[in-house]
């Protein structure tokens, strides 16, 4: 492929396009804005040089001469998302600005249900991850551990986005794709569920839907998911 290397290569450490010739027509900030309109629209898989090329109204190969691998391409895309963060003076209660971290971690992936499929330790140094670290170190200065455990932190906490997230969306996308409602499933299932309780062969689990018959509340359950990560790093005194 043209401009692609042989060896490995941060894609923010090379010019915007390679190549002689006229001001290039492109930004990396126009491909990835390309990239992600389809992404939004029809998914992950959607998104190729080739789709992205025909976004832009421009020709494959010549996509290459900016942008060398699809991988490339998905790190520029999870690098645009990451400059969706809003970044706040911190307010000096770390708890609450890591609450409102992830809670906005959460909103930005259900605006973009693709994201959860790219997050990875290899995109997270790009410019506005970057700076998305910066602001989440800084709402933590008044937290007295080493950097190495803040940002520990801030990594157990994406992930418990991520994951409750991704979850969210596959149940979403499971419920999309059934002959029936959601309810209709759920009342066959809590029916089945009901009679296995009440043959006594399982006492335990009897006596905790007693305790607590539901239903679940999601939103609650996200919330005490981000306090348990955080109590973990809350210092005893």
């Known amino acids: 492929m043209v401009g692609r290397a042989a060896v490995p290569e941060v894609i923010w450490a090379r010019p915007e396009r390679t190549g002689r010739g006229p001001r290039p027509a492109y930004t990396r900030a126009d491909i990835a804005a390309a990239a992600v309109r389809i992404a939004d629209a029809d998914g992950l898989d959607a998104?190729?040089?080739?789709?992205?090329?025909?976004e832009l109204g421009c020709g494959t190969m010549s996509l290459y001469n900016y942008v060398p691998r699809k991988e490339d391409l998905f790190e520029l895309m999870v690098d645009a998302i990451s400059g969706e963060h809003e970044l706040w003076e911190p307010s000096g209660d770390w708890r609450a600005d890591m609450l409102r971290v992830g809670r906005q971690t959460r909103a930005l992936m259900r605006r973009h249900p693709w994201l959860p499929r790219l997050m990875s330790p290899v995109y997270g140094f790009s410019p506005n991850a970057l700076r998305?670290?910066?602001h989440c170190l800084a709402c933590l200065d008044p937290l007295d551990m080493t950097y190495g455990m803040k940002l520990q932190l801030v990594g157990m906490l994406n992930g418990t986005v991520t994951t409750y997230v991704a979850n969210e969306l596959a149940t979403a996308e499971r419920s999309r794709s059934l002959p029936w409602s959601e309810e209709e499933?759920?009342?066959?299932?809590?029916?089945?569920?009901?009679?296995?309780?009440?043959?006594?062969?399982?006492?335990r689990m009897a006596a905790a839907f007693t305790e607590d018959p539901g239903p679940i509340d999601l939103e609650a359950v996200f919330e005490l998911a981000l306090n348990r990560v955080l109590d973990a790093f809350t210092p005893r005194g």
């Open 47 to 54: 998104v190729s040089m080739r789709h992205v090329a025909a």
């Open 132 to 134: 998305y670290l910066e």
């Open 185 to 203: 499933e759920n009342a066959v299932r809590i029916a089945y569920l009901g009679g296995q309780l009440a043959s006594g062969a399982f006492p």
